[in-house]
Protein backbone atom coordinates (compact mmCIF):
# COMPACT_ATOMS: atom_id res chain seq x y z
CA UNK A 1 0.00 0.00 0.00
CA UNK A 2 1.21 3.24 -1.09
CA UNK A 3 1.49 6.46 0.96
CA UNK A 4 -1.51 7.74 -0.63
CA UNK A 5 -3.77 4.38 0.43
CA UNK A 6 -3.60 2.48 -2.94
CA UNK A 7 -2.20 -0.79 -4.04
CA UNK A 8 -1.68 -1.04 -7.57
CA UNK A 9 -2.82 -4.53 -8.44
CA UNK A 10 -0.75 -7.00 -10.73
CA UNK A 11 -3.60 -8.13 -13.76
CA UNK A 12 -0.74 -11.10 -15.24
CA UNK A 13 -3.49 -11.70 -17.84
CA UNK A 14 -2.52 -7.87 -19.80
CA UNK A 15 1.60 -8.59 -19.40
CA UNK A 16 2.91 -9.27 -22.49
CA UNK A 17 4.05 -13.02 -23.41
CA UNK A 18 6.38 -14.00 -26.10
CA UNK A 19 4.39 -17.07 -27.14
CA UNK A 20 1.80 -13.91 -28.67
CA UNK A 21 5.17 -13.53 -31.30
CA UNK A 22 4.06 -16.91 -33.14
CA UNK A 23 0.05 -16.69 -33.07
CA UNK A 24 -1.13 -16.35 -36.67
CA UNK A 25 -3.00 -13.18 -36.82
CA UNK A 26 -6.73 -14.49 -36.38
CA UNK A 27 -5.14 -15.99 -32.69
CA UNK A 28 -3.25 -12.85 -31.87
CA UNK A 29 -6.68 -11.05 -32.14
CA UNK A 30 -8.17 -13.45 -29.88
CA UNK A 31 -5.81 -13.71 -27.39
CA UNK A 32 -5.48 -9.53 -27.25
CA UNK A 33 -9.50 -9.27 -27.20
CA UNK A 34 -11.78 -8.82 -24.69
CA UNK A 35 -11.96 -12.92 -23.15
CA UNK A 36 -8.42 -13.13 -22.70
CA UNK A 37 -7.72 -9.57 -22.35
CA UNK A 38 -5.95 -6.59 -23.84
CA UNK A 39 -2.05 -6.88 -23.75
CA UNK A 40 0.48 -4.48 -22.98
CA UNK A 41 3.65 -4.62 -25.20
CA UNK A 42 6.90 -6.14 -24.38
CA UNK A 43 8.22 -2.59 -23.47
CA UNK A 44 6.06 -2.41 -20.32
CA UNK A 45 7.27 -4.20 -17.88
CA UNK A 46 5.79 -4.69 -14.82
CA UNK A 47 8.13 -2.75 -13.50
CA UNK A 48 8.19 0.15 -15.97
CA UNK A 49 3.83 0.00 -15.67
CA UNK A 50 4.14 0.53 -11.93
CA UNK A 51 6.09 3.53 -12.08
CA UNK A 52 3.83 5.36 -14.91
CA UNK A 53 0.72 4.16 -12.96
CA UNK A 54 2.54 5.43 -9.63
CA UNK A 55 2.91 8.64 -11.91
CA UNK A 56 -0.71 9.15 -13.13
CA UNK A 57 -2.52 8.20 -10.19
CA UNK A 58 -0.37 11.02 -8.53
CA UNK A 59 -0.22 13.77 -11.18
CA UNK A 60 -4.49 12.95 -10.76
CA UNK A 61 -4.45 13.57 -6.67
CA UNK A 62 -5.86 10.12 -6.46
CA UNK A 63 -6.16 8.60 -2.56
CA UNK A 64 -8.03 6.12 -0.49
CA UNK A 65 -10.03 9.42 0.37
CA UNK A 66 -11.16 9.95 -2.95
CA UNK A 67 -13.96 6.75 -3.79
CA UNK A 68 -14.24 5.72 -7.21
CA UNK A 69 -13.00 7.86 -8.93
CA UNK A 70 -13.79 8.12 -12.98
CA UNK A 71 -11.25 6.06 -14.81
CA UNK A 72 -8.35 8.01 -16.53
CA UNK A 73 -7.48 7.45 -19.94
CA UNK A 74 -4.15 8.47 -20.96
CA UNK A 75 -3.36 8.53 -24.95
CA UNK A 76 1.08 8.00 -25.72
CA UNK A 77 2.77 8.62 -28.24
CA UNK A 78 4.09 5.42 -28.78
CA UNK A 79 2.15 2.01 -29.31
CA UNK A 80 1.76 0.62 -25.46
CA UNK A 81 -0.16 -3.03 -25.85
CA UNK A 82 -2.47 -4.80 -28.49
CA UNK A 83 -6.57 -4.74 -28.22
CA UNK A 84 -8.09 -7.52 -30.47
CA UNK A 85 -4.94 -7.79 -32.34
CA UNK A 86 -4.33 -3.98 -33.35
CA UNK A 87 -1.71 -1.94 -31.81
CA UNK A 88 -2.79 0.54 -28.99
CA UNK A 89 -1.72 3.90 -28.00
CA UNK A 90 -4.51 4.21 -25.04
CA UNK A 91 -4.32 3.32 -21.66
CA UNK A 92 -6.92 3.07 -19.04
CA UNK A 93 -6.33 3.38 -15.53
CA UNK A 94 -9.37 2.26 -13.17
CA UNK A 95 -9.92 2.16 -9.43
CA UNK A 96 -12.15 0.02 -7.20
CA UNK A 97 -11.97 1.34 -3.67
CA UNK A 98 -7.99 0.60 -2.68
CA UNK A 99 -7.24 -1.01 -5.72
CA UNK A 100 -5.84 0.53 -9.07
CA UNK A 101 -5.12 -1.55 -12.30
CA UNK A 102 -4.06 -0.40 -15.88
CA UNK A 103 -4.69 -2.27 -19.29
CA UNK A 104 -4.57 -0.86 -22.63
CA UNK A 105 -7.71 -0.01 -24.76
CA UNK A 106 -8.58 0.97 -28.06
CA UNK A 107 -7.71 4.45 -29.59
CA UNK A 108 -10.62 6.83 -29.32
CA UNK A 109 -10.92 8.64 -32.74
Same mark, same amino acid.
Given at each position: MAENGLAILRRRKHEW? &??L /?? !? $? $?DQF? !??TGKKWG???SAAWTLDVLVD?? &?AQVRLHGWTSEVQSPSPIDVRTV &???GWCDGQP? /??IR???DGRYIHAYPIKDAP
Amino acid at each position: MAENGLAILRRRKHEWS &DAL /RE !L $P $PDQFA !LKTGKKWGSKFSAAWTLDVLVDWI &DAQVRLHGWTSEVQSPSPIDVRTV &DVVGWCDGQPV /RTIRIVCDGRYIHAYPIKDAP
